[in-house]
């Protein structure tokens, strides 16, 4: 059962624009974390997020955990076709052990 | 390698054979995850092992998978008696510390095995 819902499931942008991605639960997570997969590969961490309101940047993504760590958003800014792949959130319930993906995002940046 | 491997890349069955897919985790990982992915979308937990023990199999979907870590290091996922549904990609991940994913436990995915059941 995949309990984080991402949004939109498909985007395509040109190089230069500006995206954000949702991920979103009605289920409290420790924590969030953002991975980004190419074909043929496995996904690829990005970044962690572990407490409610925290924001990390990395170059031009921005990560946001929501307050209730209930959501997560991610953000590129000036967007390249490099920035192309699926991206993905993942989180431990804050009742338990186990971890979740959502059910992805997948970014082309047409250059 | 420095990374997690997985065999074979590709795997091409027909429906009722039986296959069996082989991860190599870093080395010296505790932890090691089998998950499955369908195209496009997220990777689904199937099973948890910390060294041999295999300490969660809640995501297995049936009787016909069954994974094993004998000796706290390589790992097989065994599917029995394919079906087309099952097929999908195949991921590992390894991670250094002992739990189940938690935040201090960075996972280290490999390539995947994609299994099409004919």
């Known amino acids: 059962t995949q309990l984080l819902e991402q949004s939109p499931q498909f985007l395509s942008i040109q190089e230069g624009e500006n995206l954000t991605v949702y991920c979103n639960s009605s289920?409290?997570?420790?924590?969030l974390q953002w991975y980004r997969q190419e074909p043929g590969e496995g996904p690829v961490l990005l970044v962690t997020v572990v407490t409610g309101g925290e924001v990390k940047k990395l170059k031009r993504l921005t990560f946001q955990f929501g307050d209730a760590r209930k959501d997560s958003s991610l953000h590129i800014t000036a967007a390249q076709p490099g920035d192309t792949g699926l991206y993905l959130c993942?989180?431990?319930?804050?009742?338990?052990?186990?971890?979740?993906f959502g059910t992805g995002t997948s970014l082309t940046v047409i250059p | 390698g420095a990374g997690v491997s997985q065999s074979p890349r590709y795997k091409v069955a027909k429906r009722g054979q039986d296959v069996a897919l082989r991860c190599d985790p870093i080395s010296g990982h505790v932890s090691l995850f089998w998950y499955q992915q369908a195209l496009g979308q997220g990777p689904e937990f199937l099973t948890y092992f910390q060294n041999e023990a295999q300490l969660d199999k809640s995501g297995l979907p049936s009787d016909r998978f069954f994974a094993e870590r004998p000796e706290g290091s390589v790992s097989t996922l065994k599917i029995q008696r394919t079906q087309q549904e099952d097929s999908a990609v195949y991921l590992c991940?390894?991670?250094?510390?002992?739990?189940?994913?938690?935040?201090?436990?960075?996972?280290?995915f490999g390539p995947g095995t994609r299994l099409t059941v004919l």
């Open positions: 993942a989180g431990e319930l804050i009742t338990g052990n186990q971890f979740y």
């Open positions: 289920s409290v997570f420790s924590s």
């Open positions: 991940a390894s991670s250094l510390e002992a739990g189940s994913g938690t935040v201090t436990d960075t996972q280290y």
